[in-house]
């Protein structure tokens, strides 16, 4: 079965950096996109980064373009995120999800880490 | 980017009892609509995609309905398991992907 497990979460302060990784299993990695997506303590969804299944393309939200890096090992089945520049608003936990390819809607989810940016 | 509403913010249904949650788009998503239920403490879970086809595991229970701008979420029989908050997600312009605020389903 689908399995992303998510790691690299914890504490940070503003203007710190850190790097999530998710490592995928259960179904054939490079042939799919992957999506991060975050939640804020007690909000609701927000849609980060998306990499196709090659890496060939990447997008990102406006609120963290410039800042965060998706990025993919095919070889090795990850999927990461590097956060620049952090600020408090982006403390929430990141999900890292598959993409139901073809279609462009999430089938999957992982469990998520939770990023707290304060001093 | 497509502005994806939901209501009622909160809906109080009790056990056995049909409910019916909203989500309105801000421009055409054809059946590019997505609806997934979240529980306390977990990962959002897919219940439907296109729209009105349900994921797989997914109970009956559960539809979707709707095309264009006006999507429907119905739970037919609210069971103990089902109160959770839900949120509709479009796919059809991006990016970005856009989700709506979630309605919260709780017990009456």
């Known amino acids: 079965q689908v399995q992303l497990v998510e790691s690299g979460g914890g504490v940070v302060q503003p203007g710190g950096s850190l790097r999530l990784s998710c490592a995928a299993s259960g179904f054939t990695f490079s042939s799919y996109g992957m999506h991060w997506v975050r939640q804020a303590p007690g909000k609701g969804l927000e849609w980060v980064a998306f990499?196709?299944?090659?890496?060939?393309?990447?997008y990102y939200g406006d609120s963290v373009k410039g800042r965060f890096t998706i990025s993919r090992d095919n070889s090795k089945n990850t999927l990461d995120l590097q956060m620049n520049s952090l600020r408090a608003e982006d403390t929430a936990v990141y999900y890292c999800?598959?993409?139901?390819?073809?279609?462009?809607?999430?089938?999957?989810w992982g469990q998520g880490t939770l990023v707290t940016v304060s001093s | 980017e497509i502005v994806m509403t939901q209501s009622p913010a909160t809906l109080s249904v009790s056990p056995g009892e049909r409910a019916t949650l909203s989500c309105r788009a801000s421009?055409?998503?054809?059946?590019?609509l997505a609806w997934y239920q979240q529980k306390p403490g977990q990962a959002p879970r897919l219940l439907i995609y296109g729209a009105s086809t349900r994921a797989t595991g997914i109970p009956a229970r559960f539809s979707g309905s709707g095309s264009g701008t006006e999507f429907t979420l119905t739970i037919s029989s609210l069971q103990s398991e089902d109160f959770a908050v839900y949120y509709c997600q479009q796919y059809s312009n991006w990016p970005p992907w856009t989700f709506g605020q979630g309605t919260k389903v709780e017990i009456k």
């Open positions: 990499i196709r299944y090659d890496g060939s393309n990447k």
């Open positions: 421009q055409s998503v054809s059946s590019n």
């Open positions: 999800a598959k993409d139901r390819s073809g279609s462009y809607f999430i089938d999957y």
